[in-house]
Every structure is written in structure tokens, then in C-alpha cells.
């Protein structure tokens, strides 16, 4: 692993410089919320534009009168100085966030974002300052019948595509982080289908409606040349000279963007050569690993770059605790906690020791130990499955239940990503190991997992594979409860029921998915089974119809104690074996040989 050398501190103007910034008004607390704001604005402005757009799929004209509504106000004095303060502030801050990074190994979002929105100015000063400039300075009309006939007759080949890509680069960057703050409203899950449904068509009726209104245009030109002559913005030898000067100050424009941009890119090397030439910062992980980084790198970024598994259900905005550390040497050098990471860790009761990861940058050497494991192992296969049988089959299957003991408990006095943190991990692992078994999660409810097993027909495998997944499932929470000890008061406990029967497998479709789902009374029976356990004080509860086919009776083998219990809507009871410890079920289902 590459390693910055560490040698004698000596301050410099880089380092004098990022201090600097980081204590500008603009930047310090209010970064967040001028981002938001100057975010909502802009995408305010792109919406009523896009909105705008989709009414070419009627007619230019009718662009042109919606336009009274829907961009007219942004044209006035007040919508002027908030749109293009909002654009500055916007782009500016977005460079100062460039600037900050340590380095760019990014989650996929975010680095779209980035990239992104690093590309709108690039493509949008060419159109919006042409525009402004033509309007203010040279008093020109850009009214859509002429911009449309720009694009479509003059400027097929290269400002119509570059137009097309503006629309989307701006929409996506705009959508994603528009989700990046939503994603935390409670009532997010519930709208996210309509608003993906949104983000969807209103890109495309924009886009529609300009190509419907440019061909429209283009047709009208081409039956009527003095007709076409009328919509020439820079008409005359007056325009030709008006145009060449617009455009120089343009290009003018554009190459400063682009010089602040690579300025940016630059400082950031060349603050990064400083901090590897002069000074670095070492972090020693448990185990006696140190990771040795500039001055500046947050620990949770630390622990990316050096490929350290840590925690961050958030991803490192402090709005979760799941990346907390304890500082075991050097707390004292530490600056205090800022505003949001004060906030998260007042919430959770912190002691002095705790920090967030994400929030913490340390200037000195530190040794610090992660406090939430970030889970280990191969999880591929811990997903929901996405189709496996088509059509409808009568099928005898195997149906396993698993729901958590005292979730309610486990979630109180917890942010809620610290309890989705610990619900995930918990899915994961009975996922995780239905699926290694050869079941499929038909649904998760909560802490509740319902499964199936022989959707292949094979009913005395089905059986013995759903034995087999509650023996691992039971293993995986003995393992999960030891990782997250000390996130917990007492070891995780859980129900678990199965049983066989006659089912309807296949798969139920809506308009956004496919599900594969088995229908009858074989699942039902299997979570009453579950529910039992509590009554009958062990943690499994199988029905002696299951365990018949998994494994057969051998004669002059005594089998396992059997009871009798009760399932609502039945008119007999079931017979069932309980499973009070593992070595039980292990007796029965012996683990294969490596």
C-alpha cells in the first residue's frame, strides 16, 4: 500500500489557504443549507423550463404563450438576481466541495453528481449567456420560433445534440441530488415510485416537445425562404458583427470556467503534494494497522482510501452513528465536534471518547477502534431473488418463517439508521442463508422473512434444505449477535417455523415488478408454528409432517418428543417437534463435509 512520507511539519500557504476557506462565511455551517437552497432554486428554474418545453409537442406557439407563465417571471429583475446569484453560489460552492475532497474515490451517485455537474456550465454557457448577451446587450428577440430555428436549420449537427445533452445532463445532476436530500423524509418510500415516474416523463415530454416544435419549425423555413429569413437572430452584416462579439465573450467565459476548474484540480494536487512532502497524519487502526494520510482526510475517509471496511449507513453525512470510533491515543490534540456531529452524538449519549468518523479530521497522529463491525463475507447472495418460476405450479413445498424477538426493544432509543443498521445486518444473514440452502425469500415484512423451498419440485430436498437454512440461520445469529456485542444488551433471539404442504407457486406481477410468491395454507401454518415457539420456550418449531419428509423414521430409532398444538382456523391440532438448541437440529441435519 502506497504511504505518505512523514517528515517535519512546516506550514505553508496551502494549508494557511484551505484554513482560510473552510472559515469563509459562505462555507462553515451554512454550506449545507446554501447548497440546498441555491439547489431547489435551480432546479425550480429547470422544471418550469422542461415544463415549458412539452408544450411543442402541441406547437411552437403554444411555447411560446406558456412562456408568459412559466419563464416570464425568471426574466424579471427579482428572478433574474435570484437565478443567477443561485447559479454562482451553486457552482462555486461545488467547486469548494471539489477542492475539500481528499480524495476521489466516490460512491457511483455521488460521482455522477460530480461529473455532472461539473459538465452543466460547460454546455450551458454557450446557450445562456448567447442568450442574455443577445437580449441585453445587443437586443436581439430569442423568442422560441427563432431559438428553435437556430437548433434545427442553422445548428443541426452541433447545437441541436449539445442542447439534447444539456437537458439531460442537467435534469440527472439536478434528480440526484433532489433524492440525496428526500432519501431521509419519511414519507420518501411511499412517494418514490411517483417521483421516479416524474424524473421519468418530464425530461421525455420536454424533449418531445422541442423535437416536435424544431421539425415544425424546420418544415415552415423550408416552404417559406423569406418566412425563414424573418427568424434569423443575427440577421444583417450588424448581426454578423453583434454575433462574432457575443461569442467572444463566450468563449471568454467558457475558458474561464474551465480555468477555474482545472485551478481547482490543481490546488488540490498541489495541496496534496504538500501535506505527502511535509506532513502527514497517522492513524492506527486496531491490530497496530496505520494508515498514514494528509492532514485533512476525515478518518471514515481514511479508512476508504486505505480499503478499511467501516461502517457509514449514512454515507458520511453524521446524520447516523453506525460510523463511530473510540479514540485510544491522542483525544487531546483533537478539535472539539462541530454542529452535526455534536448533534448525532448528544443524541446517542456519546462519552468524551466517541466520535464520528465521517466528521472527524485529525490533524496529529491518532489511534482510534470502529465501534459498529461493517460486517464481513460474501453477501451476494443475502438479496431479495428476482424470478425464478414462470407461470403457476401446484407444487409440494417447504415453507420457513423467521421473525425477530423483541424488535421493538432493539429499535427504541436508536436513530433510526443505527436501527436500520442492525435490521439490515439481521435480513442479510437469514437471506443470506435461506438462499445458500436453496430457498427463495417470497417476502420481508419488518423483521419477518417467509421462505420456500422446492419451487423445483423436489419435495423430500425441499425439506431437508429448509431444515438445513434454520440450522444456518440460527448459526448466522449466534455469529452476528458476537460481532455487534457491544451494540447490544443481550444476544439476538429468534422464532423460526416450518412446515409442508400443497401450495400454488408462481410469480404475481404488478406494473412496476415481479414477484415470486406460493400461495395456500403451507406458509400460513408455518408462521403459526413460529409463533408457538415463544409459548412452547424454544426456537424452533417444526411440524412432525416436515420433518417426516426431511428425515424419514428409521425403525428402532427413537425420533424426537413430539406435542400437540392448537393453529387458529384448524379443527385439529398439529403434531410438531420444538427445537430448544442447535445440537438438535445438528443431530438430525449434520453439516456436509468440507
Not at 260 to 276: C, E, I, M, P, Q
Amino acid at each position: 500500500m502506497n504511504r505518505w512520507v512523514v517528515k517535519k511539519r512546516r506550514p505553508g500557504a496551502l494549508k494557511r489557504y484551505s484554513s482560510v476557506l473552510d472559515h469563509i462565511g459562505l462555507i462553515g455551517n451554512l454550506e449545507r443549507p446554501l447548497r440546498l437552497a441555491t439547489g431547489l432554486i435551480l432546479f425550480a428554474f429547470v422544471s418550469s423550463h422542461f415544463i415549458n418545453h412539452a408544450f411543442g409537442i402541441r406547437s411552437a406557439a403554444a411555447m411560446q404563450a406558456a412562456r408568459v407563465v412559466l419563464l416570464d417571471p425568471w426574466q424579471s429583475q427579482v428572478g433574474l438576481w435570484l437565478l443567477y446569484t443561485s447559479f454562482i453560489v451553486h457552482g462555486l460552492l461545488g467547486l469548494h466541495a471539489l477542492f475539500r475532497r481528499r480524495h476521489l474515490r466516490l460512491p457511483a451517485s455521488e460521482a455522477w453528481q460530480l461529473a455532472l455537474g461539473l459538465t452543466v456550465p460547460l454546455l450551458l454557457i454557450t446557450h445562456a449567456a448567447g442568450i442574455r448577451l443577445g437580449t441585453s446587450v445587443y437586443g436581439r428577440d430569442f423568442s422560441y420560433d427563432r431559438v428553435l430555428y437556430n437548433f434545427f436549420v442553422l445548428e443541426p449537427d452541433l447545437g441541436l445534440p449539445r442542447q439534447l445533452i444539456l437537458l439531460l445532463i442537467v435534469w440527472i445532476h439536478g434528480c440526484i441530488g433532489l433524492r440525496a436530500w428526500l432519501r431521509f423524509k419519511p414519507w420518501y418510500p411511499r412517494a418514490a415510485t411517483v417521483l421516479a415516474s416524474l424524473a421519468t416523463l418530464v425530461p421525455l415530454l420536454a424533449i418531445l416537445g422541442v423535437v416536435n416544435a424544431g421539425l415544425d419549425i424546420r418544415e415552415a423555413a423550408l416552404r417559406d425562404p423569406a418566412h425563414a429569413a424573418s427568424l434569423l437572430i443575427w440577421a444583417g452584416s450588424e448581426g454578423e458583427q453583434a454575433a462574432a462579439s457575443a461569442s467572444r465573450i463566450v468563449y471568454g467565459l467558457t475558458i474561464a470556467y474551465v480555468g477555474l476548474v482545472f485551478g481547482t484540480l490543481g490546488l488540490r494536487a498541489l495541496r496534496d503534494w504538500h501535506a505527502k512532502r511535509f506532513h502527514g497524519v497517522n492513524i492506527t487502526y486496531p491490530g497496530q494497522r496505520t494508515v498514514s494520510v494528509p492532514p485533512g482526510f476525515s478518518v471514515l475517509e481514511a479508512s476508504r482510501w486505505a480499503g478499511i471496511p467501516h461502517a457509514s449507513v449514512c454515507g458520511g453525512r453524521g446524520r447516523c452513528s453506525t460510523c463511530r470510533v473510540r479514540i485510544v491515543q491522542g483525544a487531546q490534540a483533537l478539535a472539539a465536534p462541530g454542529p452535526v456531529e455534536r448533534l448525532t452524538l448528544r443524541r446517542i449519549g456519546a462519552p468524551p471518547p466517541i466520535r464520528l468518523a465521517c466528521q472527524l479530521r485529525p490533524s496529529t497522529d491518532v489511534s482510534i477502534e470502529p465501534l459498529v463491525p461493517a460486517g464481513a463475507g460474501d453477501t451476494s447472495r443475502a438479496s431479495r431473488f428476482d424470478a425464478a418460476v414462470e407461470g403457476g405450479l401446484e407444487l409440494q413445498i417447504a415453507a420457513m418463517f423467521v421473525d425477530l424477538r423483541e424488535s421493538t426493544r432493539l429499535a427504541t432509543d436508536r436513530l433510526p439508521y443505527d436501527a436500520l443498521f442492525l435490521f439490515d445486518r439481521y435480513i442479510q444473514a437469514v437471506t443470506g442463508a435461506i438462499e445458500r440452502n436453496g430457498g427463495r425469500a417470497t417476502s420481508i415484512a419488518g423483521d419477518g422473512v417467509m421462505s420456500v423451498f422446492g419451487v423445483d419440485g423436489k419435495a423430500e430436498l425441499a425439506a431437508r434444505n429448509a431444515f438445513a437454512a434454520a440450522r444456518d440461520v440460527w448459526d448466522a445469529l449466534e455469529r452476528l449477535s458476537g460481532e455487534l456485542a457491544g451494540e447490544l444488551e443481550a444476544p439476538l433471539r429468534i422464532g423460526m417455523g416450518i412446515h409442508v404442504g400443497m401450495a400454488v407457486v408462481g410469480m404475481v406481477s404488478t406494473r412496476e415488478s415481479q414477484t415470486l410468491q406460493f400461495l395456500g395454507d403451507t406458509g400460513n401454518i408455518a408462521a403459526k408454528l413460529e409463533e408457538q415457539s415463544k409459548a412452547l420456550g424454544c426456537t424452533l418449531v417444526a411440524s412432525v409432517a416436515a420433518l417426516d419428509v426431511a428425515a424419514p423414521p428409521v425403525p428402532g430409532i427413537a425420533r424426537a418428543e413430539t406435542s400437540h398444538v392448537a393453529i387458529a382456523g384448524r379443527d385439529a391440532p398439529i403434531e410438531v417437534v420444538a427445537f430448544s438448541h442447535k445440537s438438535e437440529l445438528e443431530r438430525l441435519f449434520p453439516r456436509p463435509q468440507a
